[in-house]
């Protein structure tokens, strides 16, 4: 069966991606985008994937705007945390729509939805291991343990107010201004933190919302993000990204 992601969100993509690597081996994704203009322009070259999973909000709009420019003929199975477009869902060829955080009863409906329409019904230990793992809440990092001097000393999350790569080194500060030095990556830290409580907002800075002070409109429809500590140099989110760090600030 071959899949497209249609999701804004780098690290839910990734997250649905590997869920159903694990779950359904046989799915392939054969592409993942952020945008209408991609997904339209996908749409009008290659043939119809037998799914799509489609968040709403995207980079630049709502995805139903793709309905208005393709023929979308195969099922789509919309996820998002917003209620206000679920009647406009079932204008389209939705399997249904499912807010989150993800209700377990409304995922295997969708499901069960699309495997009716396919004919066949799913691997019921596969899809169990589904629905355990996207309706569990996750449990993120609550403290870290880290070297300073010639001892291990611990650093509450909460009071973290940003974390930087400096000439390849991670570097970890506190709200109190103290820098530690970490072996992670930020990747790896993303997964491990709270992203209710951290964004991130480029390649090089993952920062708290505990310490945004405010935002200023920058170059290119670009955001410089202003905190109430001090920082090495300015920190600028992508128009790319724009949409998405709005979204996550006014949670």
Not at 53 to 68: N, P, Q, T, V
Not at 118 to 126: I, M, R, S, T
Not at 137 to 151: G, N, Q, T, V
Request: aromatic share 10%.
């Amino acid at each position: 069966m071959k899949a497209l992601i249609i999701e804004d969100e780098v690290m839910a993509a990734q997250a649905l991606q590997k869920l159903l690597g694990e779950v359904s081996p046989e799915t392939e994704v054969i592409s993942v985008f952020e945008s209408i203009e991609d997904t339209v322009e996908w749409l009008r070259e290659n043939p119809m994937p037998d799914l799509m999973f489609m968040d709403i909000h995207l980079a630049d709009g709502a995805s139903f705007a793709i309905f208005e420019q393709v023929d979308v003929t195969c099922p789509v199975i919309f996820t998002t945390a917003y209620d206000e477009y679920a009647l406009k869902a079932f204008e389209v060829n939705s399997i249904d729509y499912l807010l989150k955080p993800i209700d377990k009863e409304a995922l295997k409906r969708a499901m069960h939805k699309f495997y009716n329409l396919q004919g066949k019904l799913p691997n019921l230990a596969n899809f169990d291991a589904l629905i355990e793992q996207l309706t569990n809440k996750k449990k993120y990092r609550s403290c870290f343990l880290l070297p300073e001097r010639d001892k291990l000393v611990p650093l509450p999350v909460s009071n973290i107010a940003y974390v930087y790569i400096d000439a390849k080194t991670i570097k970890m500060i506190s709200l109190d201004h103290k820098t530690y030095y970490l072996t992670h990556t930020l990747d790896d830290l993303m997964d491990q933190l709270d992203p209710h409580d951290f964004f991130r907002a480029n390649r090089q800075f993952i920062i708290a919302r505990s310490v945004i002070k405010d935002v200023s409109i920058w170059f290119g429809n670009k955001l410089s993000i202003n905190l109430t500590v001090d920082i090495p140099e300015k920190i600028i989110v992508s128009k790319a990204r724009v949409a998405e760090f709005k979204r996550w600030f006014s949670r």
